[in-house]
Nanobody, 119 residues
Framework: QVQLVESGGGLVQAGGSLRLSCAAS????????MAWYRQAPGKQRELVTR???????EYAESVKGRFTISRDNAKNTVYLQMDSLKPEDTALYYC?????????????WGQGTQVTVSS
């Protein structure tokens, strides 16, 4: 079992910044993928960005150039630096970890942290 604990959400003005953290604990393997998803009211969950244990990253076009994902493998922690925030970034942000266990893929989720951007 893996547990994900998120922190750093809050209320900011448009143009401001926030830094989210997600600390993973439990049976974590050295090779895995960690990601941030978000879900706004009335909308489907979407992938924001993800990073491999080797440091390869992907970003949604809507956040490219504004958000930066990073990870500290020694601490099993992933970060999301969010700059130039817009009201449309308002959502519940979820941390995600995917890894192989016994030949099968397992998907773990945090409980979410709220990010609200005011105009």
């Amino acid at each position: 079992q893996v547990q994900l604990v998120e922190s750093g959400g809050g209320l900011v003005q448009a143009g401001g910044s926030l830094r989210l953290s997600c600390a993973a604990s439990g049976s974590i393997f050295s090779i895995n993928l960690m990601a941030w998803y978000r879900q706004a009211p009335g909308k489907q969950r979407e992938l924001v960005t993800r990073i491999s244990s080797g440091g390869s990253t992907e970003y949604a076009e809507s956040v490219k150039g504004r958000f930066t994902i990073s990870r500290d493998n020694a601490k099993n922690t992933v970060y999301l630096q969010m700059d130039s925030l817009k009201p449309e970034d308002t959502a519940l942000y979820y941390c995600n970890l995917v890894q192989g266990e016994g030949g099968k893929s397992y998907d773990y989720w945090g409980q979410g942290t709220q990010v609200t951007v005011s105009s």
